[in-house]
C-alpha cells in the first residue's frame, strides 16, 4: 500500500485520544508455536479454553511474527518498539548485571506511557540484561533495570527459570538472596503460580487505590521453555499430566490457565471491558511430539531459533469488548513489537521522536476504523538466532551456494545470522552481509519448499534495498 494511502486511512483513527485510555495487559509467553493452540490449528492436542474464548471474542492475527526467532532480541522489540539491532546487540543481551539491551536514550513503553498517566507493572522473564539487586534489600551499584525501564512495580527473574540466577526479584532486588546461583527455596515448578498471585495483587491494589489511571502491565509466562517442570495443580486446576504428551505441552495449557485466571481477575474486579488483552509468543514452536500426532508448528518449516516461518511465526490475539469486534481475522504481516506503537496509539500519547522506530499502530483495525483487507504494514523484518545463519540452512556462503554438510563445518558458522524482509505474502531471505539468499511467494507455498530467487530478480533487488534502507533508518 502507498504510504500517502495509508497515511489518509489512518487519519480516521486520529481521535482515539478523545476515547478512554484502556487498561492494557500483555501476556507473552515463551516458546510457544502457533500449532501449539487449537484456534490456529484444528489438529492441536493442547486444550487451550481461555485462548480459544479469548479469539472467539476478539481479533486472531494470522501472520504475527516476532522480531527474532529468539527470545532475548524478540523481548527488547516488544518494550521499546525497535527492532533488535538498535539495541545494544543485534543478537539480545542475554546476560545479567551489565548494560541492557535499551542503548541510553532509549524509552521502554513503560516509560512512553507514563506521560500519559498510566501505571505499568511486569511480571516473569526479563531477558534485556540490566543490572539486578543480588542480595536483599540492597540495590545494585547501578539503577536496578526494572525501575530504569519505568515500571512502577515488577516482580522478574533477569534470564527467566531456566538460567542463574534463578530467583525472584522485587523492583529489581533479590527478594531471598542466592545460593550457588538460586534462591534457597527455589522450586521450578512454582513459577507460574507466584507470577500469577503477584499480579492479581498488583491488579487488585490499582483498582482500590489507583482506579482512576490506567495500567499497562507485561507478564511473561515460563511456559513453555524448559526446563518443563509443570506443577501438579495451578489457581486449582490440574496441570501435570493434563495433556498426555509431555512436560512441554503441561506448560503450553499452563499459559492458558494463566491467561484464564488473569481475565477472570479482570471481570471479578469489573474493569475486563475497559482492558485490550493481548495473548503472544516471543518465537516460534519447537515440534517435540510430531510422532504423538502433536505439531508446534502446524506444518510450518523449521522452528525456533531458524529464519523459516516456524520460527518467527507466532500466535497473536487481541480482545478488547465492546471495541474490537469478537470473531474477526487479520491476515497481513505484523510484528509482536507493534503492541508499542498500539498501546501509544490507545493512550493518545505520539510517538517520541527516535523511538518505537519500528513499530506500527494496530489501533486502527483493532477499532474497526480501517478494514481488516488493509495492510497496516508495508514491510516487516525477522531475523534467526545466531549461528542459524544461511550456511547452515541453505547452504549459502558468500554469495555462494555450497553443501549444507560442507557449510555446518565453517568455523565462522557460528556467528552468522538470516534475516527475512516481507512485503505481503512476499518473504526475502538475506544472509547478515544484505545479501539475497531465498525468495518465498507465501500465499502459494507456505511451507516455503520452492526458493523462486531465480524468477523474480527484479523483486528481489527491490526487496533487498528496502532491507537496506530499513537496517539504515535512524528515527
Known amino acids: 500500500?502507498?504510504?500517502?494511502?495509508?497515511?489518509?486511512?489512518?487519519?480516521?483513527?486520529?481521535?482515539?485520544?478523545?476515547?478512554?485510555?484502556?487498561?492494557?495487559?500483555?501476556?507473552?509467553?515463551?516458546?510457544?508455536?502457533?500449532?501449539?493452540?487449537?484456534?490456529?490449528?484444528?489438529?492441536?492436542?493442547?486444550?487451550?479454553?481461555?485462548?480459544?474464548?479469548?479469539?472467539?471474542?476478539?481479533?486472531?492475527?494470522?501472520?504475527?511474527?516476532?522480531?527474532a526467532a529468539l527470545c532475548a532480541p524478540t523481548r527488547y522489540s516488544m518494550l521499546s518498539g525497535n527492532y533488535p539491532w538498535r539495541g545494544r546487540?543485534?543478537?539480545?543481551?542475554?546476560?545479567?548485571?551489565?548494560?541492557?539491551?535499551?542503548?541510553?536514550?532509549?524509552?521502554?513503553?513503560?516509560?512512553?506511557?507514563?506521560?500519559?498517566?498510566?501505571?505499568?507493572?511486569?511480571?516473569?522473564?526479563?531477558?534485556?540484561?540490566?543490572?539486578?539487586?543480588?542480595?536483599?534489600?540492597?540495590?545494585?551499584?547501578?539503577?536496578?533495570?526494572?525501575?530504569?525501564?519505568?515500571?512502577?512495580?515488577?516482580?522478574?527473574?533477569?534470564?527467566?527459570?531456566?538460567?542463574?540466577?534463578?530467583?525472584?526479584?522485587?523492583?529489581?532486588?533479590?527478594?531471598?538472596g542466592l545460593?550457588?546461583?538460586?534462591?534457597?527455596?527455589?522450586?521450578?515448578?512454582?513459577?507460574?503460580?507466584?507470577?500469577?498471585?503477584?499480579?492479581?495483587?498488583?491488579?487488585?491494589?490499582?483498582?482500590?487505590?489507583?482506579?482512576?489511571?490506567?495500567?499497562?502491565?507485561?507478564?511473561?509466562t515460563d511456559g513453555a521453555h524448559e526446563p518443563y517442570v509443570p506443577a501438579v495443580r495451578i489457581a486449582g486446576k490440574k496441570l501435570k499430566g493434563v495433556t498426555g504428551m509431555t512436560g512441554r505441552t503441561d506448560m503450553v495449557h499452563e499459559t492458558d490457565i494463566l491467561l484464564g485466571e488473569l481475565v477472570r481477575t479482570l471481570e471479578t474486579l469489573g474493569i475486563r471491558d475497559d482492558t485490550l488483552v493481548i495473548y503472544t509468543s516471543d518465537n516460534g514452536g519447537l515440534p517435540f511430539e510430531r510422532a504423538m500426532g502433536h505439531d508446534s508448528v502446524a506444518g510450518l518449516r523449521g522452528k525456533k531459533s531458524t529464519i523459516f516461518e516456524g520460527g518467527t511465526r507466532v500466535p497473536f490475539i487481541a480482545s478488547w469488548p465492546g471495541r474490537v469486534a469478537p470473531g474477526t481475522r487479520y491476515h497481513h504481516p505484523i510484528g509482536t513489537h507493534d503492541v508499542v506503537a498500539t498501546a501509544l496509539d490507545l493512550a493518545g500519547v505520539e510517538k517520541p521522536h527516535g523511538q518505537a522506530v519500528d513499530s506500527v499502530s494496530l489501533a486502527p483495525v483493532l477499532l474497526g476504523d480501517v478494514p481488516v483487507r488493509t495492510p497496516l504494514r508495508d514491510f516487516l523484518v525477522t531475523q534467526s538466532s545466531p549461528g542459524r545463519g544461511p550456511s547452515v540452512d541453505f547452504g549459502y556462503q558468500a554469495g555462494k551456494l555450497k553443501s549444507a554438510t560442507k557449510a555446518k563445518k565453517n568455523k565462522n558458522s557460528g556467528r552468522e545470522m538470516a534475516f527475512a524482509i516481507y512485503q505481503g505474502d512476499w518473504k526475502l531471505v538475506l544472509d547478515a552481509g544484505g545479501r539475497p539468499v531465498a525468495l518465498y511467494d507465501l500465499e502459494n507455498d507456505l511451507g516455503e519448499e520452492t526458493n523462486l530467487i531465480d524468477r523474480?530478480?527484479?523483486?528481489?533487488?527491490?526487496?533487498?534495498?528496502?532491507?537496506?534502507?530499513i537496517r539504515n533508518k535512524r528515527s
Open 179 to 220: 545460593k550457588r546461583g538460586k534462591a534457597p527455596d527455589w522450586d521450578a515448578s512454582k513459577v507460574g503460580a507466584t507470577l500469577l498471585d503477584d499480579a492479581v495483587s498488583f491488579l487488585k491494589d490499582h483498582v482500590r487505590n489507583h482506579g482512576d489511571r490506567p495500567f499497562f502491565l507485561h507478564f511473561c
Open 89 to 176: 546487540s543485534q543478537k539480545g543481551t542475554w546476560g545479567y548485571n551489565i548494560p541492557s539491551q535499551f542503548r541510553v536514550g532509549q524509552k521502554s513503553i513503560a516509560q512512553m506511557l507514563r506521560d500519559a498517566g498510566y501505571r505499568s507493572a511486569m511480571f516473569g522473564k526479563a531477558g534485556i540484561g540490566g543490572f539486578w539487586g543480588m542480595k536483599p534489600g540492597v540495590p545494585p551499584v547501578r539503577t536496578a533495570a526494572p525501575v530504569k525501564w519505568g515500571f512502577d512495580h515488577s516482580l522478574l527473574i533477569p534470564r527467566g527459570h531456566q538460567a542463574p540466577p534463578q530467583a525472584f526479584f522485587r523492583d529489581g532486588i533479590t527478594l531471598s
Open 456 to 469: 523474480h530478480s527484479d523483486r528481489v533487488k527491490a526487496l533487498a534495498a528496502e532491507f537496506r534502507r
Open 1 to 67: 500500500m502507498k504510504r500517502s494511502l495509508l497515511a489518509a486511512l489512518m487519519l480516521l483513527a486520529a481521535p482515539l485520544a478523545a476515547a478512554k485510555q484502556p487498561n492494557i495487559l500483555v501476556i507473552l509467553t515463551d516458546d510457544v508455536g502457533w500449532g501449539d493452540l487449537p484456534c490456529y490449528n484444528p489438529k492441536s492436542r493442547i486444550p487451550a479454553p481461555a485462548v480459544d474464548k479469548l479469539a472467539a471474542e476478539g481479533m486472531r492475527f494470522t501472520h504475527a511474527h516476532a522480531a
